[in-house]
């Protein structure tokens, strides 16, 4: 049970180039997510999705896209890499995402370090 | 006003010593409260979940809610050096996770 994987776990891009994050959960979780981790900023919301077919844009979704794969797999896309866009960047998956009411615990992936020059 | 504040520290007590981490919250109809911990270039992992009113304790840490007050905190009782870590809470609102900055903990050993 490898929980939430991430890859890669880091990359160098140029401005202007595109590429995408990779991201799975083994937990059989509805719900998965992805943050941006910057000094001072803490974590921050890019974008979720409470059940498979479904997205929603979080706190600082400029700049991104993501993709449900399928149950398992939830993919951010940088379309054209800003230097503002160096981070590091995690995916959580939960057991389901409900609005309002109590929510269940995120677990985290290990993360991706992005330099973007 | 930041939803979820934390002081930054780092809050640093020698080992041993019960360390007390805090954090207010902005939101009043916010009912999930998390503290995670995260290591210098780890991921965060959940030490304690709380939902209700009051103290809850697991091993060496007890979290503690008060909704009227908006505040939960964290304590850590016989702090070792291996509790050094930046200490991160996250509350639900209407439909996210909000996590503060983090608070920095060292246990001097």
């Known amino acids: 049970n490898a929980g939430v994987t991430q890859t890669p776990k880091f990359q160098v891009l140029k401005t202007g180039q595109s590429m995408t994050l990779q991201c799975a959960q083994d937990?059989?979780?509805?719900?998965m997510y992805w943050y941006r981790q910057d000094p001072g900023m803490g974590l921050r919301l890019i974008y979720y999705s409470a059940s498979e077919g479904t997205t929603d844009k979080g706190e600082v979704p400029n700049g991104y896209n993501v993709s449900r794969l399928n149950k398992r797999e939830f993919s951010l896309r940088l379309e054209s890499a800003a230097p503002s866009q160096t981070s590091v960047y995690f995916c959580a998956s939960s057991p389901f995402y409900k609005r309002g009411g109590f929510q269940e615990t995120q677990y985290f992936g290990p993360g991706t370090r992005l330099l973007v020059l | 006003q930041k939803e979820v504040e934390q002081n930054s520290g780092p809050l640093s007590v020698p080992e041993g010593a019960i360390a007390s981490l805090n954090c207010t919250y902005s939101d009043r109809v916010s009912q999930s409260f998390f503290w995670y911990r995260q290591y210098s270039g780890k991921s965060p992992e959940l030490i304690m979940s709380i939902y209700s009113n009051g103290d809850k304790e697991d091993g060496r840490f007890t979290a503690q809610l008060n909704k009227a007050s908006q505040y939960v905190s964290l304590l850590i009782r016989d702090s070792q050096p291996s509790d050094s870590a930046t200490y991160l809470c996250a509350v639900t609102g209407t439909y996210k996770y909000i996590f503060g900055t983090g608070t920095r903990l060292k246990v001097l050993a």
């Open positions: 937990m059989n979780h509805n719900s």
